[in-house]
Each structure stands twice: as C-alpha cells, then as structure tokens.
Nanobody, 122 residues
Framework: VQLQASGGGLVQAGGSLRLSCTTSGGTFRSYGMGWFRQAPGKEREFVAGITRSGGSTVYPDSVKGRFTISRDNARNTAYLQMTNLKPEDSAVYYC????????????????WGQGTQVTVSS
C-alpha cells in the first residue's frame, strides 16, 4: 500500500488547512487510518484516527475540537481538516494505515506516507 500526503503549507495562527492522504496498491476500506505529526527535536505524536467505515474517530486532547479526520472510501482518500491552527501545530504531518481497528500507537500502523510540512506563523 502506498500513501501520499499532501495539502501542507504555511498558514497564520487561527487559520485552517486540509490535508489529504491518497492511497494506492491496496483495498483502502480494509484499513484504519491515522494522522501523526513530528516537530523538530520532538517525538512523533498521534493526532487523529478513524475506523475503516469512518464511523468512529479518536483524537488527543491537544487537537480535539480543532482537527477532524474523515475518509472517502470511494476515492481511497483520508483527510485531516485542521482549524484554529496554533504555532505549536507546526510539524511534518504523516498519514498511516493500519490493519487494526482504531489505533493510537504508531507501531500499530503498517504503512506510512512521506509527510507534508505544516507551518503556522504567529
């Protein structure tokens, strides 16, 4: 399974971005999807997860209420809508696919995309 993340960029604090993760080479609806981020000098952080059907999602407190994960199984694409962005949201964002149901740990994901940079200016 190949994953391609896109949609990153530079945005002012309080702004919004939508990241996309397109997949190929597998059966998209067979995978739970997740988004992670990693800032320089920091550990990778889970930011959102969604089940295969899209019926359940999970977020850490740091982004809850501001980020929304979704998926379109017909388009083999997952999304991360980010609103009210803060400078501390700046990081490289990665999408990942898991054979699990709704996973928060990175080591539970089987496939990873290459990452897209998000920079939030104050």
């Amino acid at each position: 399974v190949q994953l391609q993340a896109s949609g990153g960029g530079l945005v002012q604090a309080g702004g919004s971005l939508r990241l996309s993760c397109t997949t190929s080479g597998g059966t998209f609806r067979s995978y739970g999807m997740g988004w992670f981020r990693q800032a320089p000098g920091k550990e990778r952080e889970f930011v959102a997860g969604i089940t295969r059907s899209g019926g359940s999602t999970v977020y850490p407190d740091s982004v809850k209420g501001r980020f929304t994960i979704s998926r379109d199984n017909a388009r083999n694409t997952a999304y991360l809508q980010m609103t009210n962005l803060k400078p501390e949201d700046s990081a490289v964002y990665y999408c990942a696919a898991t054979m699990g149901i709704l996973e928060l740990r990175g080591d539970r994901y089987d496939y990873w995309g290459q990452g897209t940079q998000v920079t939030v200016s104050s």
